[in-house]
């Protein structure tokens, strides 16, 4: 069992950044993949950013080079840095950490980019 909490999300202008955490109740290093998600306000969920064992990453097309997930040395914790946000990027976004068969899910962060 892993218990996973976001924090980190909040409201701000086309351009800003923010950098979300995702704390996990215990060491996450060896898990398959941890992927931060968001749900946009018509309810679809993408998947943005996955970090895997190797930390090798991958990120959905739209967020290439302007976000970066990464993690800390103890493996407890996740972060996504987005710069440069876009209306466009206004969703809930949630952490995912895939062990398989398992697949756990933290609450969700609201952020919200606006002028």
């Known amino acids: 069992q892993v218990n996973l909490v976001e924090s980190g999300g909040g409201f701000v202008q086309p351009g800003g950044s923010l950098r979300l955490s995702c704390a996990a109740s215990r060491s996450i290093l060896n898990v398959d993949s941890v992927g931060w998600y968001r749900r946009t306000p018509g309810n679809q969920r993408e998947l943005v950013a996955s970090?895997?064992?190797?930390?090798?990453?991958n990120y959905t097309e739209s967020v290439k080079g302007r976000f970066t997930i990464s993690r800390d040395n103890a493996g407890n914790t996740v972060y996504l840095q987005m710069n440069n946000l876009k209306p466009e990027d206004t969703a809930v976004y949630l952490c995912n950490a895939k062990a398989f068969p398992f697949s756990y899910w933290g609450q969700g962060t609201q952020v919200t980019v606006s002028s």
């Open positions: 970090i895997a064992r190797g930390d090798r990453t």
